[in-house]
């Protein structure tokens, strides 16, 4: 009886728990679409991060229409070969693809319209790739070849399909931030289904706007931004580090001698005392800590 | 020979010596395009020290950025990279224009015609600016 208690006990304990991650988690979602956290470097990422907030949110709300996304995956990027490899029941119909996608575009919509030019850009594109979409779908609809127009839509993924890699590295990055898909009991082969559908939608809208081709340069860009801020902190610690060698404070404030006058005369920092600048110290730190500090 | 102004060579040489220790301390993999952003980075550097006559080897330079970056980029690209970011000559005075001189000197005898290349590349800078 007592270990029944206990039980009951712990499992009310562990829905409380998961409840609580779920709101924290929608908060923070919420927050993140609203711009409230660190903005990131690139106004593309930004969007993006807008754009997955938003997906995320259907998930969470669990709207049926974005299982009803996943469909046939073009051939082209090896991570939709993988997809056409793992999802055996991913094979949907033509026109449930087509659909989706209709309706994930509809979806994507930025809701924070004070990005600024860009974003205005974007919606603009957004709202003209949406009524092409929907035209294009509204005519498979009415009879015309739904492999023409999928056939439309594989040749334009193909194009952006390094992009859609990625994209799909960019997402996979943020994985446990924005997708939580597994707590929504969603099945693995499924699961990869609704995230390479959910990188695709968002690829081929950038691709509408016209902003594709500039999103993984903007990407490495912001890396290689990161790197050199990196290394720039470390060549700062070393300069530091030189200064404390080559003078003690004791030397610099012994102001009588006329020869540490000359040797304390600055320039952007103290001059050095004893063969200051020959051949290089070994400095003992973990770089990687100091980066994580920094 | 003109006197180094404010002692900057001492200033240059721990600034070059700082940045490749970064690179070579760096936890990550350095690719070729971070060198030569770095080496962008150090533009304002290099005409720092030609307007405190700092006649540094750009030659020495590039190796030792070379073999911070495990030899991922050839010296050559690095001094090439480097003497691309050099002031364009019109902009200095006459001191300056000798010190810059006898950077590019170094390099013009390691790999004849580079002078050439840059001169052709200022001589567009100029007309572009007028």
């Known amino acids: 009886m007592e270990q029944l208690k206990s039980n009951h006990n712990e499992q009310s304990h562990q829905h409380d728990h998961a409840r609580r991650d779920d709101l924290q988690w929608t908060q923070y979602i919420t927050s993140l679409a609203a711009n409230k956290l660190a903005p990131p470097k690139s106004q593309t990422l930004k969007v993006l991060e807008q754009q997955l907030a938003l997906l995320n949110e259907e998930i969470l709300a669990g709207d049926s229409r974005v299982r009803n996304r996943v469909g046939e995956s073009p051939v082209g990027s090896p991570i939709e070969q993988k997809n056409n490899a793992v999802g055996a029941e991913s094979e949907r119909g033509q026109s449930s693809a087509a659909s989706g996608l209709a309706v994930s575009l509809n979806d994507v919509l930025p809701v924070n319209n004070d990005n600024g030019p860009l974003s205005s850009a974007s919606l603009l594109g957004l709202t003209t790739a949406t009524s092409i979409e929907s035209s294009r779908f509204s005519e498979n609809k009415s009879g015309a070849p739904a492999a023409t127009a999928l056939r439309q839509l594989q040749s334009e993924l193909h194009q952006g399909g390094r992009w859609i890699e990625v994209l799909w590295q960019f997402i996979s990055a943020h994985q446990k931030r924005v997708l939580d898909l597994e707590r929504l009991g969603v099945e693995p082969s499924e699961r990869i289904d609704i995230q390479v559908d959910m990188i695709r939608h968002i690829a081929a809208s950038y691709e509408k706007l016209g902003l594709l081709t500039r999103l993984p340069d903007s990407l490495s860009e912001a890396r290689e931004c990161k790197m050199v801020d990196d290394i720039r902190t470390m060549a700062l610690v070393y300069v530091a580090r030189r200064m404390m060698d080559v003078a003690s404070p004791s030397e610099i404030a012994d102001a009588e001698d006329n020869q540490n006058q000359k040797k304390k005369q600055m320039i952007d920092f103290p001059r050095s005392v004893v063969s200051p600048y020959e051949g290089i110290q070994p400095i003992d730190f973990d770089p990687l800590e100091l980066i994580k500090a920094a | ?130």
Request: aromatic share 10%.
């Open chain 2, 1 to 130: 020979m003109l006197e180094v102004i404010n002692r900057y060579d001492e200033v240059f040489q721990i600034e070059m010596d700082g940045w490749c220790f970064g690179i070579t301390n760096y936890p990550g993999e350095v690719s070729a395009q971070v060198v030569h952003r770095i080496i962008r980075e150090l533009a304002s550097s290099f005409q720092a020290a030609i307007e405190h006559n700092v006649v540094f080897d750009v030659l020495e330079l590039s190796t030792k950025f070379s073999s911070a970056a495990r030899s991922l980029i050839h010296e050559q690209e690095i001094a090439f990279g480097i003497v691309a970011q050099l002031p364009n000559p019109s902009t200095l005075t006459e001191d300056q224009q000798c010190v810059l001189g006898m950077v590019l000197d170094k390099v013009e005898q390691k790999y004849p015609g580079s002078l050439d290349t840059f001169y052709r590349r200022w001589q567009i800078g100029v007309r572009e600016a007028a």
